[in-house]
């Protein structure tokens, strides 16, 4: 499938907002539709101005998914360490299923981890019932790290996984 990956342009926030709001309810991983998190899920704006928000487009760009990479030193962080980069709220349309989307974006970020200073691991936190997302994880070289799965709010377990960017070839 020929992707573009790239920053976000302000015209696709809205967009990439209701791709990521969307895809998480349409997965069952929120309380319907009046859940608190379906706000930050839709905040493209805010990410974009805050960290790094990467969007994937076919051949015609159409927005399909998108993803936040958060460098050391940006407010998107939740897990990372002070040399790690960490990514959140990836995210496939229906129609960008199963054509390698979602690799392509967690590629990208792993490049831009790979390029920045003093970088050592990408991290993420993910829902264990995202078993799609754990198969891309596990074959690009990411390595569970449940010492550090942590719940944001009681009863919601995040797992967590860790990527030495040593290790990728």
Do not use: N
């Not at 070289?141 to 990527?163: A, K, Q, S």
């Amino acid at each position: 499938m020929d992707l573009t990956i790239r920053v976000a342009e302000p015209a696709e926030y809205g967009v990439l907002g209701e791709i990521v709001a969307e895809a998480y309810l349409g997965d069952g991983l929120l309380d319907g539709p009046q859940d608190p998190y379906l706000r930050k899920l839709r905040a493209v704006e805010q990410r974009a101005a805050e960290a790094e928000t990467l969007v994937a487009l076919d051949a015609d760009g159409v927005v399909l998914g998108g993803v936040t990479y958060a460098a050391p030193g940006t407010p998107w962080r939740d897990i990372a360490g002070p040399d790690e980069a960490e990514f959140r709220m990836l995210a496939v349309a229906r129609e960008g299923r199963g054509r390698g989307v979602g690799e392509a974006l967690v590629r990208a970020c792993i490049e831009r981890a790979r390029s920045a200073e003093g970088v050592r691991a990408l991290v993420l936190s993910t829902q264990p019932a995202m078993l799609s997302a754990h198969r891309i994880y596990r074959r690009l070289g990411f390595l569970r790290t449940p010492e550090r799965d942590w719940e944001p709010v009681p009863g919601l377990r995040l797992m967590t996984f860790r990527l030495p960017l040593e290790a990728v070839s």
